[in-house]
């Protein structure tokens, strides 16, 4: 069974602080990787994708993978209040036959 | 503005009736998801298509769900008949090319079936 676990959360952060969420995943063939956002009653959002061993930047985001460790991670820096949501993270094979696998979300709070 | 568009946003049936849910892909996006999302279960893969051919649909209960492309601009999934379990949010997105697994997710379908 391929999984990709994220503890649930709640994790709080204060306003400006760094969120570090977390992501595992279990099918050592994973080589694609996406960070979702998800507001609630909303639908999810992607935000990030890494397909390469490293850091990757965006803004105020940086996503970095470890596939040694099979290990995902999504920082938020200067954590604002809108940022408060569920962080999904997903893997995939690739290919042209690949599909994503979720975990089941984190959830994050950004105190004012 | 390109967005995915889901049809019914709520849907509220009583077990054993038959409900369809309709997506309209981002135009020009080749491949299409069906996802179904609880909180037990988290978001799951019911079933995706690429340029209207199923490619896999082995999320899907066989007995009683069906999901179709008529045309490039309209997916369907369907269940009949359904079930209080079958209550969830059900998610359509699109994808397009080789970057087809960077999703655009339709705003959902809330179903409740008691």
């Known amino acids: 069974q391929k999984e990709v676990e994220q503890n649930s959360g709640p994790l709080s952060v204060p306003e400006g602080a760094i969120a570090s969420l977390n992501c595992t995943y279990s099918?050592?063939?994973?080589?694609?990787f996406f960070w979702y956002r998800q507001y609630s009653g909303k639908s999810p959002e992607l935000i990030m994708f890494?397909?390469?061993?490293g850091d990757k930047e965006d803004g105020r985001f940086t996503a970095q993978l470890n596939k040694a460790s099979q290990y995902v991670s999504l920082l938020i820096r200067d954590s604002q209040p809108s940022d408060s949501a569920t962080y999904l993270c997903?893997?995939?094979?690739?290919?042209?036959?690949?599909?994503?696998?979720f975990g089941k979300g984190t959830k994050l709070s950004v105190k004012p | 503005d390109a967005r995915v568009t889901q049809t019914p946003r709520h849907k509220v049936t009583e077990m054993g009736q038959e409900v369809t849910m309709r997506c309209q892909p981002i135009?020009?996006?080749?491949?299409v998801f069906w996802y179904r999302q609880t909180m037990m279960q988290g978001l799951e893969l019911l079933a995706y298509?690429?340029?209207?051919?199923?490619?896999?649909d082995s999320g899907m209960p066989k007995d009683r769900f069906s999901a179709e492309m008529p045309d490039a601009t309209l997916a369907t999934l369907k269940i009949q008949p359904s079930e209080p379990r079958d209550s969830a949010v059900y998610f359509c997105?699109?994808?397009?090319?080789?970057?087809?697994?960077?999703?655009?997710f339709g705003p959902g379908t809330r179903l409740t079936v008691t």
């Open positions: 099918d050592r063939g994973s080589q694609s």
């Open positions: 135009l020009g996006h080749n491949t």
């Open positions: 997105a699109s994808g397009f090319g080789d970057s087809f697994l960077e999703q655009y």
């Open positions: 890494i397909y390469s061993n």
């Open positions: 997903a893997a995939a094979r690739g290919g042209s036959q690949g599909n994503l696998i």
């Open positions: 298509f690429r340029n209207r051919a199923p490619l896999d």
